[in-house]
């Protein structure tokens, strides 16, 4: 029966597994690292931990410049991946739908965005982002962050839409919509799950980012990942402190995936590229 | 097999773009912009900076440290693509496709993509080392090799190489996963009733099927892989040496740490332009293939 669900071999589950182990395996030490003493981390080398202690959670909810940190992060993730979808979207549609001056070259121009290493770009965003007041903002972080992840909203939903009949458009002008409502009442609910994949891929590149948040932010709006850095001090580095905080960086990116699980399946499923 | 393209020709769709247009201007150009104005200037101080043409270009071709920074980053992308693909596709073609266990897998699957860069960097920091750390110990203790990442180069390039592996063949997987969803049962059916092996099944009807999802991997794992900076930094620091200085270690310590703008700017913009081009040869090789 292997074969009539797609192909896989007898052993390929237990490969799989294996694998989700293996890659378990440093998330499992970090944890690990994040309920034992400092000294217990550092002293010597045990599998189990010997003492257990939630320290350095205590700590970490205990002290505003961690929390509110975090809070910072879901903020200006949240604002970006809403932003990016809203301005890719037409654009997608557009590039999926119609034929216009320059729309190939435009196409790939938006894609050599992404390509743009972040180290280049820190001193020019320090400096314009200061300019126009949305340094240490929110906001600004979310702005700075439509730098990657519009070019991949477009080029994740045109994709999608392309695999999308142009006979319903057709259909919809003849039954008298206009295009915007044709667009919210009909084609939007279409690409639910398309939507669903994009908004994941945008929270994720722009939570897991800290070259340029760190950049253009002081103390309103740090990221968290950004306070992570300040854990050396003259006693050394706090590791406990640091893996408890790194256990949960990790919790909202497994909160998003765990609601668009179902769409990753079909979110590229369609379409060309 | 050519098809006549079949969207209607409406240059109004100008308007729609028109927001993307905006914002990645914002973002982009005008930064860009200041990158190209630093390039061809001598700045002492935010007053007192001089014109110097395409000096700084001819400079960042000539520099023996760029030379070597590009080509080692180059290897680390080519070896990236060579162990990251192939494994993500196998993994995606093992993954449950139906219960409950599939949403499981989804989501631990995903868990290395969610993490913050640097976080990732010191959990293998931590991870690999051979006193105090699980994998690092193992390796130097159970299986008795002379290992240390902070000492030896080798040790370094393979710590980050499999550090990348770990973080981004889930990506690929994800990609590979939802590419083969798509492929409706009926094709299976007709592969068994024809006895195909399995491996002719993924050859022939799977792999066919896969193009555009990989063609997207590809371009996304070889655009990041080809600007790696955090890991590394926070893993090795572009340490023992040069060994792990990677193009955009190499160029933030120019532009950030010794404040030279203007070699920074300049081979910053022949790394993008350098990273365009084989994206776009990759982009139309990928494109082309299956049409």
């Known amino acids: 029966m292997a074969r009539t669900t797609g192909g896989r071999l007898p052993w390929a589950r237990t490969v799989f597994w294996l694998y989700v182990a293996t890659l378990m395996l440093p998330l499992l030490w970090m944890f690990g690292m994040s309920i034992r003493p400092n000294e217990d981390i550092l002293g010597s080398f045990s599998l189990i931990p010997q ?7 205590q700590t970490f909810f205990g002290d505003p410049s961690w929390y509110s940190s975090y809070l910072n992060s879901i903020v200006y993730t949240s604002m970006n991946a809403v932003m990016s979808l809203v301005v890719a979207l037409p654009a997608a549609y557009a590039f999926s739908r119609f034929r216009f001056a320059g729309d190939k070259h435009l196409f790939f121009w938006l894609l050599t965005n992404r390509m743009a290493p972040p180290a280049v770009f820190l001193l020019p965003f320090f400096q314009i982002y200061q300019a126009v007041g949305l340094f240490d903002t929110h906001l600004g972080v979310a702005v700075a962050h439509m730098l990657f992840n519009v070019p991949l909203a477009v080029w994740i939903l045109e994709g999608f839409m392309s695999g999308i009949p142009r006979e319903i458009d057709e259909t919809a002008a003849v039954d008298g919509y206009s295009l915007p409502r044709f667009f919210v009442r009909i084609f939007l609910p279409l690409i639910r799950s398309a939507i669903g994949v994009t908004l994941f891929f945008c929270f994720m590149f722009s939570w897991v980012e800290l070259l340029i948040a760190r950049t253009i932010t002081s103390v309103d709006a740090k990221p968290i990942a950004a306070t992570m850095t300040r854990t050396v001090s003259a006693a050394g580095v706090d590791w406990g402190l640091l893996a408890a905080a790194g256990v949960l960086t990790i919790v909202p990116g497994a909160v998003v995936i765990w609601f668009v ?6 979110g590229f499923a369609l379409g060309r590229v | 097999m050519t098809r006549p393209d079949p969207r209607r020709r409406a240059n109004r769709a100008w308007l729609l773009v028109l927001p993307v247009v905006v914002s990645v201007a914002f973002t982009a150009v005008i930064p860009l912009m200041t990158v190209v104005n630093f390039s ?3 700045v002492f101080s935010p007053t007192d900076r001089v014109f110097v043409g395409l000096d700084w270009f001819y400079e960042a071709v000539r520099r023996p440290e760029n030379r070597e920074a590009f080509v080692r980053t180059l290897l680390f992308s080519a070896q990236v693509l060579l162990v990251e693909i192939p494994l993500g596709v196998a993994i995606a073609v093992a993954m449950p496709r139906r219960g409950v266990w599939v949403s499981v897998a989804l989501v631990l699957v995903a868990l290395p993509l969610l993490i913050p860069w640097n976080v ?12 105090i750390g699980l994998g690092g110990w193992t390796v130097a203790n159970l299986l008795g090799v002379d290992y240390n990442y902070t000492l030896d180069s080798t040790d370094a390039w393979i710590t980050i190489l499999v550090m990348d592996v770990w973080h981004w063949t889930p990506l690929v997987a994800l990609l590979a996963y939802a590419g083969l969803r798509s492929i409706p049962q009926p094709y299976f059916q007709a592969a068994q009733i024809d006895g195909a092996s399995a491996w002719a099944t993924f050859r022939h009807i799977q792999l066919p099927r896969l193009r555009g999802v990989l063609t997207i991997a590809i371009l996304l794992r070889f655009m990041d892989s080809f600007m790696i900076y955090t890991e590394p930094f926070v893993v090795t620091g572009g340490g ?4 792990t200085t990677f193009l955009s270690i ?3 310590k120019m532009a950030v740490g010794q404040f030279d703008v203007g070699p920074a700017g300049a081979f910053s913009l022949i790394y993008f332009l350098v990273v365009q081009i084989l994206c776009y040869v990759f982009f139309t090789a990928l494109t082309r293939s299956g049409r």
């Open chain 1, 51 to 57: 003492r257990v202690t939630f320290e350095n959670y």
């Open chain 1, 261 to 266: 699980r179902n769409y990753i399946a079909k």
């Open chain 2, 40 to 42: 061809v200037q001598d």
């Open chain 2, 120 to 131: 990732v960097g010191t959990i293998w920091q931590i991870f690999a080392r051979p006193d």
């Open chain 2, 240 to 243: 023992p040496g040069n060994a």
């Open chain 2, 250 to 252: 190499l160029l933030s």
